[in-house]
């Protein structure tokens, strides 16, 4: 009997998946891309204490992914009905850390009180992260991974350039209030959980996934080559950390970084514009992100992506021109888009179907923790502890950058050492010479 993802979903399908994407990635750019200096500017938080709010709820996110609803969605092969129990949760879980921050007794807490309820909500929320990985695994078969991942993020894009545009209005009142209103008037809060609620509808009508207890999988590798498979997986997810941790950590404190009256001094407007030429190249070339997993595979195009992303690095580290910092943001969304689509499509052929919910659980957290950990842990505390030592606060910025592009770089050598020299081994060991 044919395996379940060798069954090519109907256009419909497609297109159910993809509205989710594009109200997802609405709601994310809508909320998320001011969110940092909100807290900072507004609600004075640290550069350290600002970056808690990718850091602690990511950490609960993936402990509940993986340990959780990947365990959950591989017993009972639940796909859709995470997302929408996910997506439910989060709406009603976003409306209760505003009313939070504003009964906040001062700034600061309202601060944390934001850090903790999306810390909260975000156990509820990884249900809908883990069932569309796997759910997008068990449609499609392998060799269309690729480039599904990449017209869902081309798609997705659509709705983050609508999302950082219009949050880039509300953050002030369009002009006519203060920088922060958006946020403390709760319109920002708001939005993203109607949008979620919206989401929902077109998740309803998709199939269930997993992959069925009346189904057989057609495999071409043993008990043995499916172990080396699985340690092929861990050296790939080591790369990954580094890649995504280098590339991500400085995102939580690029917004402060664009925004310091000593550096480039921009609005909210002209950050919303910075944010959105990055969107522009997503949109591009997640339209392409396929092909080009199809003429170079799927391993030496996450490397493509991953130099797209040491450029990137490069331009923030030692540019003092505006129309610089547009250029490296139009490299950011190359990497973006590229290493996403090639790097799921890589992955997913390393993963046996029946483990799919845990391992993708740890896959999906090299790229959630990068978010908030690497800006904790490292990011966060460099420029803290350079500006506390009398140090420009452009320079204190710039050296958490050079920081990332260091762990970017490793990250780009070990994949290297896998895709030349690693996966060519195993491709002999499989074809028996």
């Keep these: 009997m044919k395996p379940i993802t060798a069954i090519l979903p109907s256009a419909k ?19 998320y891309a001011f969110l940092s200096i909100y807290l900072r500017y507004f609600l004075g938080l640290s550069v350290t204490e600002t970056t808690l709010f990718a850091t602690l709820p990511m950490v609960f996110n993936i402990l509940a992914q993986t340990f959780i609803w990947g365990r959950l969605s591989d017993r009972r092969q639940l796909r859709r009905t995470l ?34 309820g999306l810390t909260i909500v975000e156990i509820f929320w990884s249900m809908s992260n883990i069932g569309w990985s796997a759910l997008i695994s068990d449609l499609y078969p392998e060799k269309k991974r690729n480039a599904i ?7 997705g894009g659509l709705g983050r350039l609508a ?30 959980a109607a949008v979620m609620l919206v989401s929902m509808l077109p998740v309803m009508y998709l ?3 997993g992959i069925g207890k009346d189904k057989t999988l057609e495999i071409d590798c043993n008990a043995e080559c499916q172990a080396t498979s699985i340690r092929l997986f861990w050296v790939f997810l080591t790369a990954m950390v580094f890649i995504n941790f280098g590339r991500n950590g400085v995102m939580t404190i690029q917004s402060q970084y664009l925004f310091l009256d000593t550096g480039f001094a921009v609005s909210s407007r002209v950050l919303g514009y910075i944010f959105n030429t990055e969107t522009v190249a997503i949109i591009c070339f997640g339209l392409v992100a396929g092909r080009l997993g199809k003429r170079f595979g799927d391993g030496q195009t996450v490397c493509i992506g991953t130099g797209f992303a040491v450029i990137y690095l490069l331009l923030y580290s030692f540019t003092d021109s505006l129309l610089w910092i547009y250029l490296a943001s139009w490299f950011r ?32 957290a090299t790229l959630f923790l990068s978010w908030g950990v690497a800006g904790t842990l490292i990011a966060g505390p460099i420029v803290d502890l350079l500006l506390h030592a009398g140090f420009n606060p452009g320079l204190a910025y710039r ?30 060991y499989k074809s028996g010479k």
Excluded at 84 to 112: D, K, N, Q, R
Excluded at 149 to 155: H, K, W
Excluded at 348 to 363: C, D, K, M, N
């Design 13 to 31: 399908v497609f297109w159910g998946i993809s509205s989710f994407q594009a109200l997802a990635m609405f709601r994310r750019g809508l909320f």
């Design 149 to 155: 991942l990449g017209y869902l993020t081309s798609i």
């Design 163 to 192: 999302g950082i545009w219009i949050g880039g209005l509300l953050y002030d009142g369009m002009g006519l209030m203060y920088d922060g209103w958006g946020f403390y008037s709760g319109i920002l809060f708001f939005i993203p």
């Design 399 to 428: 050296a958490a950058y050079l920081s990332g592009l260091v762990m970017v770089t490793i990250g780009l050598l070990i994949l290297v050492f896998l895709i030349f020299i690693m996966l060519p081994k195993f491709a002999d």
């Design 83 to 116: 997302i929408l129990w996910g997506e439910g949760c989060g709406a009603v879980g976003t409306i209760l850390i505003w009313g939070a921050h504003i009964l906040a007794p001062t700034p600061v807490t309202s601060g944390y009180a934001i850090i903790l």
């Design 207 to 209: 199939p269930e996934g």
């Design 333 to 364: 969304g190359m990497s973006d888009v590229i290493i996403l689509a090639a790097s799921y499509g890589f992955v997913s052929v390393l993963i046996p179907a029946e483990r799919r919910g845990f391992l993708f659980g740890l896959f999906n």
